[in-house]
């Protein structure tokens, strides 16, 4: 099984939808939550980051993290054509030698 | 001027041919990564360095090797080229917070006929 699993999609919505895209995990050590976004031909940058449980809104953005039920979600209000992307989660926990564990990837697509 | 930079952005190369990666960054990090990305398996992890002295193994190295030249630059080589190393490669920063944000190069499409 692997530690972060994430819908590959692709998931298509129409313009000014209200996006929810989702992971789950088995770590319960894990206690920073990322959202990352990747144009195609593009490498991925970072869009949200949440510590712990809880709600975290930047924008149109809102991250959500359920440490009770590992669960971890990340909602676009008023989709935009320019939020088309490829939406990897990933998540770690601190420590001096942690590395940052990456869900597959949800290909999202905004019809105009 | 990009922070991360890799060469080249697109390789077609043969079996068993060697092949090297380049990565070089203006950020100032000790921490580089490389990853390889495929289809349904998201980005996974092959070798990282977390300052010029260390080098550790990622979840999927067999077939890959790594030199850290210095601070800024990260190399990835692949001895023997095979067809399944056919994917697109990442190079990445971090500094090492406690988030330990990463920041990616643009990557380098590989392709082994």
């Known amino acids: 099984q692997k530690e972060v699993e994430q819908d590959p999609g692709p998931l298509s919505v129409p313009e000014g939808a209200i996006v929810s895209l989702n992971c789950t995990y088995s770590n319960s050590a894990f206690q920073y939550f990322m959202w990352y976004r990747q144009y195609s031909r593009k490498g991925p940058e970072l869009l949200m980051y949440t510590y712990s449980s809880g709600n975290k809104e930047d924008g149109r953005f809102t991250a959500q993290v359920d440490k009770s039920s590992k669960y971890i979600s990340l909602f676009i209000r008023d989709s935009q054509p320019s939020d088309s992307a490829t939406y990897l989660c990933a998540m770690t926990y601190y420590s001096s030698a942690s590395k940052i564990i990456f869900g597959s990837g949800t290909r999202l697509s905004i019809r105009p | 001027d990009a922070d991360v930079t890799q060469t080249p952005r697109n390789r077609i190369t043969k079996t068993g041919k060697r092949i090297m990666l380049e990565c070089s960054q203006t950020?100032?990090?000790?921490?580089m990564y490389w990853y390889r990305q495929d289809p349904g398996l998201g980005l996974r992890l092959i070798y990282y360095?977390?300052?010029?002295?260390?080098?550790n193994k990622g979840e999927i190295s067999d077939g890959y090797s790594v030199s850290r030249q210095a601070q800024a630059k990260f190399s990835l080589s692949l001895e023997s080229a095979i067809p399944n190393q056919t994917a697109l490669y990442f190079c990445?920063?971090?500094?090492?917070?406690?988030?330990?944000?990463?920041?990616f190069g643009p990557g380098t499409r590989l392709t082994v006929l």
């Open positions: 950020k100032g990090h000790d921490r």
């Open positions: 360095s977390f300052d010029v002295k260390d080098i």
């Open positions: 990445a920063t971090s500094e090492g917070a406690e988030t330990d944000t990463q920041y």
